[in-house]
Each structure stands twice: as structure tokens, then as C-alpha cells.
């Protein structure tokens, strides 16, 4: 089955930066957007941004908008998350999410999630 496996996550101090990957396996990965979401201790999974098949074209929540940057190597099938100037409020667990509609993506519409990777900042 599909499998979107996310990694680099871990500990980091605020004002850092972190690049987290998603590698996706059996899966037809250009023919998908691919997101970013995550869940905050407490708090429900939210959208952090979204990138189209092609790289062309990227969308961002606006609490992330300038230090957060998605991209994707389609030949490699993975899609990346650049996050700079970490905040404490930046500590989730971080998912990617595969989707066919680029543009409902970040309303959750999801055809396939990653198990996470966990981002802590501290301060």
C-alpha cells in the first residue's frame, strides 16, 4: 500500500531550523499534491501548506507564511519542508499528506497521510 514516511524531526532551539522530508513509496507521487499538516499538544491538526504536482505553485497557513518553505523532487519522490526562525508554538507533530485536489487540500481533503515526525522547539 501507499506509504508517505516522514523524518527529520527532533530537537532544535527557537530561532533554528529544521528540514523535514517525506518519502512516498507506491505512489504515482507526480500525479499528487503534497502538504504539510500538524497537531500541537491539545490542539487539532492544522493545515501548514501545500505544493502542486509540479512545484509551480505553493500555498501557506498564514501563522507560517515567510519561514516555511515546501518543496518536491519528483524524481526522487519526496517532498521537503524548510522551516526557519523555529518558535516554541512551532512544537507538533508534523504530517505530510498526499491529495489529488491541489486546491481543497488545505481543507483536508486527503487521499493519504504519513504517521508524522515530531518538531520540539524549545525556548
Known amino acids: 500500500q501507499v506509504q508517505l514516511v516522514e523524518s527529520g524531526g527532533g530537537l532544535v532551539q527557537a530561532g533554528g531550523s529544521l528540514r523535514l522530508s517525506c518519502a512516498a513509496s507506491r505512489l504515482s507521487f507526480s500525479d499528487y499534491a503534497m502538504g504539510w499538516f500538524r497537531q500541537a499538544p491539545g490542539k487539532e491538526r492544522e493545515f501548514v501548506g501545500r505544493i502542486n504536482w509540479s512545484g509551480a505553485s505553493t500555498g501557506y497557513a498564514d501563522s507560517v507564511k515567510g519561514r516555511f518553505t515546501i518543496s518536491r523532487d519528483n524524481a526522487k519522490n519526496t517532498v521537503y519542508l524548510q522551516i526557519d526562525s523555529l518558535k516554541p508554538e512551532d512544537t507538533a507533530v508534523y504530517y505530510c499528506?498526499?491529495?489529488?485536489?491541489?486546491?481543497?487540500?488545505?481543507?483536508?481533503?486527503?487521499?493519504?497521510w504519513g504517521k508524522g515526525t515530531l518538531v520540539t522547539v524549545s525556548s
Open positions: 499528506a498526499a491529495s489529488r485536489t491541489y486546491p481543497r487540500l488545505g481543507a483536508g481533503a486527503v487521499d493519504f
